[in-house]
């Protein structure tokens, strides 16, 4: 097993750093929370990535009027925070952030390129951008001792962007080179040492910035923490902890306090939103805990992901993925959906980037269930009508229960129809309507 380095990772997305006064509650986390070297990577603050794709979206369609009405209000929401937290004008945030913003005008003025992709990491990466200098300058002016880094830098990525690839080898070597040196030059100079960094952005060798796909700050969280060998990572959130359904819709919810890296990596497929899906990989690989703990509550404990404890069945998960469709696929020769069917249909969805949540076949039908895109959706479908008679129904939800076997089966299903089931000895899934 690797050694581990006393580095701690603390993520804080987006609800975290919304307002003034969030800010400074993580700014007190760090300090009532953290010695030693600790790595905060943070998210776009509030909704400032929503509202950044929908800029993204203007300027793309031309629509240049709306990309700067959107543009300005952006910029006042950051600055108002900025005047909240900082009582001197003259403290160089207020700079940065209008340098930041005044590039971005700049850009929008310019013809979009070809790749919208490209233009969209391009924008949107400034959400991250801005608020971590936010963060940075803050502690600062809270004497704790930090640095901003620019994880275009740090997470070496592919030219896939709005969903990159990590480059490992790359991103280590420049991790080690960047992050390490600081903390070790800086270990005796105070109790605490800070990186703050961007989460959700990676770069290409060429400096472009690159976007791991949304909701991405998790897993920033867990590179990052691979590559230094951390010995912990937290993230805090506006919930107490993992908790086996979505308190939004279902009542009595349970805390899972300790859960392993297998049965958290299953939750967030199915889609349990607390973790981002990437997230888990690299802290299994090097065995770093996760924690998940309440930025509202730092006392409370919260929940523990660890290799150690591997027999949590006890509680009954529930996951629901909704705007799904249900796709039945049927060979017009009534020929039998077999191998060379079923690769044919495969390739049509890896070629449409479509990716299936659930599947079913009998002899002369094959059913997936899988998300609804604007995008991506009619094109499947075209393709696929081309050759096969097809049906669906959409706006249908995906539920998927873990440890079935003492769940509240009817709460779960009200009075909805199931469309199709699956269960094995852990999961049973259903697609309702
Ligand atoms: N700000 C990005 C998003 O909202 C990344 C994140 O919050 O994890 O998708
Ligand atoms: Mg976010």
């Not at 203007?58 to 108002?80: D, M, S, T």
């Not at 523990?304 to 404890?309: A, L, V």
């Not at 009998?362 to 081309?386: H, R, W, Y």
């Amino acid at each position: 097993m690797d050694s581990k380095n006393q580095i701690k990772v603390f993520k804080f997305g987006g609800a975290s750093v919304k307002s003034p006064q969030a800010v400074d509650n993580v700014v007190n986390i760090i300090k009532e929370h953290a010695s030693g070297p600790l790595i905060v990577v943070v998210s776009a603050m509030g909704k400032t990535t929503n509202a950044l794709e929908k800029l993204a979206h203007a300027f793309f369609r031309g629509n240049i009027a709306e990309a700067l009405r959107v543009l300005e209000a952006i910029q006042n929401f950051h600055l108002q925070i900025a005047r909240q937290l900082f009582s001197n004008p003259n403290n160089p945030v207020f700079d940065i952030i209008e340098r930041a913003f005044y590039h971005l005008y700049h850009y929008i003025q310019q013809p979009p390129g070809r790749n919208f992709n490209y233009e969209y990491d391009r924008i949107v990466s400034t959400g991250e951008m801005v608020s971590t200098q936010i963060i940075s300058w803050y502690l600062s002016e809270k004497n704790i001792f930090n640095r901003w880094f620019d994880a275009s830098q740090l997470v070496i990525t592919d030219t896939n962007y709005r969903d990159a690839g990590v480059d490992w080898l790359k991103t280590e070597n420049a991790v080690k080179s960047k992050i390490l040196p600081f903390f070790n030059k800086n270990k005796q100079k105070s109790p605490h040492v800070v990186a703050v960094t961007q989460g959700f952005l990676g770069g290409t060798t060429q400096g472009f910035v690159t976007t791991l796909g949304r909701e991405g700050s998790d897993y920033s969280a867990s590179i990052l923490a691979y590559t230094t060998k951390a010995s912990e990572v937290v993230i805090w959130k506006d919930v107490p902890g993992l908790l086996n359904a979505d308190p939004k819709i279902l009542k009595n919810t349970v805390l899972l306090e300790k859960i392993s890296y297998q049965e958290a990596i299953e939750l967030a497929y199915y889609g349990a939103t607390v973790i981002h899906p990437k997230t888990l990989k690299p802290l299994l690989k090097r065995n770093i805990p996760l924690k998940v703990k309440s930025f509202s509550n730092p006392q409370f404990k919260g929940s523990i992901i660890n290799e150690e404890y591997l027999n949590d069945n006890s509680t009954s998960s529930y996951i629901f993925k909704p705007n799904q469709i249900l796709l039945s696929i049927f060979p017009r020769d009534f020929s039998f959906i077999a191998e060379y069917n079923l690769s044919r249909i495969f390739s049509e969805f890896a070629r449409t980037g479509v990716k299936i949540n659930l599947m079913q076949n009998s002899a002369l039908s094959f059913t997936v269930c899988f998300d609804e895109d604007q995008i991506k959706t009619p094109v499947l479908l075209k393709n696929l009508g081309k050759i096969y008679h097809v049906k669906y129904n959409s706006g249908v939800e995906l539920v998927t229960i873990r440890h079935y076997e003492k769940a509240d089966l009817e709460q779960v299903l009200g009075n909805r129809e199931i469309l199709m089931e699956q269960k094995n000895r852990t999961t049973l899934q259903w697609v309702v309507k």
